[in-house]
């Protein structure tokens, strides 16, 4: 079964920066649109950024200016590279896809990782 996965969570200091990654696990024959999302348990979870087909983005308020989401849509990745980290940031992020297509022709379902930690404390 396909799956999402991410990497490049860890700790970091405030103001300091990580860069997250997410990829499919098997081959994928398109996606539209993909997501970074924030969530901790007793958190509502929070949608940080996504980028279109066509890479069209957006970004959360609190994010705006300090994080950047691209992707490679040949290889169906997705980055998010995070500047200038404070500690409201510390949270698990997970990538979502929508509009998977696994092959021409073929629809899956939206897939989503299993979440990378990130930690901001000094």
């Known amino acids: 079964q396909v799956q999402l996965v991410e990497s490049g969570g860890g700790l970091v200091q405030p103001g300091g920066s990580l860069t997250l990654s997410c990829a499919a696990s098997?081959?994928?024959?398109?996606?539209?649109?993909m997501h970074w999302y924030r969530h901790v348990p007793g958190k509502e979870r929070e949608l940080v950024a996504f980028?279109?087909?066509?890479?069209?983005?957006h970004y959360a308020d609190p994010v705006k200016g300090r994080f950047t989401i691209s992707r490679d849509s040949a290889k169906h990745t997705v980055t998010l590279q995070m500047n200038s980290l404070k500690p409201e940031d510390q949270d698990v992020y997970y990538c979502?896809?929508?509009?998977?297509?696994?092959?021409?022709?073929?629809?899956?379902?939206?897939?989503w990782g299993r979440g990378t930690q990130v930690t901001v404390s000094s």
């Open positions: 980028i279109s087909s066509g890479g069209l983005t």
């Open positions: 979502d896809a929508e509009g998977v297509e696994l092959a021409p022709g073929q629809d899956g379902d939206d897939l």
């Open positions: 098997e081959c994928i024959f398109s996606i539209d649109a």
